[in-house]
């Protein structure tokens, strides 16, 4: 089975902050399945660095 998956819990330094927040449990799936790592934010055009955005208010 193929599974899209965030690529910052695949180990990819795609984070606002440049770094990654990569998560066993997700990558032990890779034996038994397909994993395809998107980044929304990245393939939007944001920028690795960048500053964090947040909503604040209605």
């Known amino acids: ?9 695949l180990g990819e330094n795609c984070r606002y902050k440049g ?9 032990a799936l890779k034996g038994e399945h397909e994993l395809i790592g998107v980044c929304p934010e ?13 909503r604040v208010g209605d």
Not at 42 to 54: C, D, F, I, K, N
């Open 19 to 27: 770094d990654n927040c990569r998560n066993e449990k997700v990558l």
């Open 1 to 9: 089975m193929k599974i899209l998956v965030s690529s910052c819990l």
């Open 42 to 54: 990245v393939m939007g055009g944001l920028s690795t660095p960048r500053a964090p955005s947040e």
